[in-house]
């Protein structure tokens, strides 16, 4: 059974920082992309970051540019998301997803975790 599930997420301050982890199993890890999305409440499933299956290919959002970090270990099966100078706005459930191939739409992606919130208080 392939399963995504995330951790890390939590209520911090304004210019906190914060790690999410996503596990993956059930999947040969390495040969999938992974990716992080976002949804605030009443928004849409936003693109934040993601990586290629050996790590070397990264794209960002513009708004997690500079600030958030994607990476991945194989030999855990889990992929980070390191979260710094964090914005009220940046608060929303993130979720990763896998897919064989790099993609920033969330159309495209059939495996997905359940969602760990981050909320960030002002």
């Known amino acids: 059974q392939v399963q995504l599930v995330e951790s890390g997420g939590g209520l911090v301050q304004v210019g906190d920082s914060l790690r999410l982890s996503c596990a993956a199993s059930g999947l040969t890890f390495v040969n999938f992309a992974m990716a992080w999305f976002r949804q605030a409440p009443g928004k849409e499933r936003e693109f934040v970051a993601v990586?290629?299956?050996?790590?070397?290919?990264?794209d960002y959002a513009g708004s997690a540019k500079g600030r958030f970090t994607i990476s991945r270990d194989n030999a855990k099966n889990t992929m980070y998301l390191e979260m710094a100078s964090l914005e009220f706005e940046d608060t929303a459930v993130y979720y990763c997803?896998?897919?064989?191939?790099?993609?920033?739409?969330?159309?495209?992606?059939?495996?997905w975790g359940q969602g760990t919130q981050v909320t960030v208080s002002s």
């Open positions: 997803a896998a897919r064989v191939g790099m993609s920033t739409r969330p159309d495209l992606y059939r495996i």
């Open positions: 990586i290629g299956m050996r790590g070397d290919v990264i």
